[in-house]
């Protein structure tokens, strides 16, 4: 059945496909009709996500911050078709401390890849998606931690919200040439590593919960398919916004 929701004959780059949001996001397109660029380092996992998949699709096995990748992602997607879609969802949180005891090499690791390998990869497809004439879609992941001080990620929190005032100069840059940008900020969501903290520190599971309005923590799918209506006609007239999907975290405060 065609629907607005639909993305069909599209063409989406994903960062971070390897596990995760990312894996469950190109598993939604990929069964939305569209057809993939799976983007990580992990190349035997990368590549178990794309033999999963019902669709067409590549990898590019790499490092998103490295110019040469972003510049083979948008090649490689040519080989399937013009270029629609950008899901920069690939992002890290290695530090864990409370801001005196982070360090430059903190900071540089995780602006690198949360931030400037976004802009990077945006860089790389925005003109492939304004040659290619049909407008386009960019979605970024940023978080609750854009909103709200987590203790203890200050670097993390400040590129999440960084993101989101990208995607705003984006959306307003590229919203006459049809290509809409916009951030999904999910609350916590079990993916494997989050779904192993929880089993392991009841206490921090319980934390996780509680939170919540609507008491439980979310799954992949349920960021995935929020990014499928972002990538899709659905969503033609909402650019420049940051989507929560946070089980109504932040509702509650
Ligand atoms: N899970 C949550 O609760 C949650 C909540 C809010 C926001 N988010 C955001 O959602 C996104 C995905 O999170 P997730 O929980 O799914 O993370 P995850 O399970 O840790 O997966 C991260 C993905 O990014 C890739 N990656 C990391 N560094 C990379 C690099 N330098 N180059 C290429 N790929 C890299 C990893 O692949 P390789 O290691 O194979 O390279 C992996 O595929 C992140 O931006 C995160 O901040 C997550």
Known sequence: MDTPFSLEGRV????GASRGIG??????????????????????DLQAVADSLPGPNRVVVGAVEDPAVQAEAVAVA?????LWGLVNNAGISPAYAPT????????????????????????????????????????NLSSIAA????????????TKAAL????????VEYGPSGINVNSIAPGTITT????????????????????TTIGRVGTVGETAWPIVFLLSDAAGFMTGQVMLVDGGRLAAA
């Open 192 to 211: 494997e590593m989050v779904q192993q903290m929880m089993d392991t520190n009841p206490a921090l599971a319980e934390k996780f919960v509680s939170k």
């Open 78 to 82: 040519a080989e399937l078709g013009d």
């Open 164 to 171: 989101d005032a990208m995607t705003r100069t984006m959306a």
């Open 23 to 44: 894996a469950g996001t190109a598993r939604a397109v990929s069964q939305s009709g569209g057809s993939v660029v799976l983007v990580a380092r992990s190349a035997d």
């Open 100 to 139: 005196a005891e982070t360090t430059d090499d903190d900071w540089d690791q995780i602006l690198t890849v949360n931030l400037r390998a976004a802009a990077g990869f945006a860089r790389a497809a925005l003109p492939a998606m304004v040659a290619a004439g049909k407008g386009g879609r960019i979605v």
């Open 147 to 158: 909103f709200a001080g987590l203790p203890n990620l200050v670097a993390y929190n400040a």
């Open 12 to 15: 989406v780059i994903i960062t």
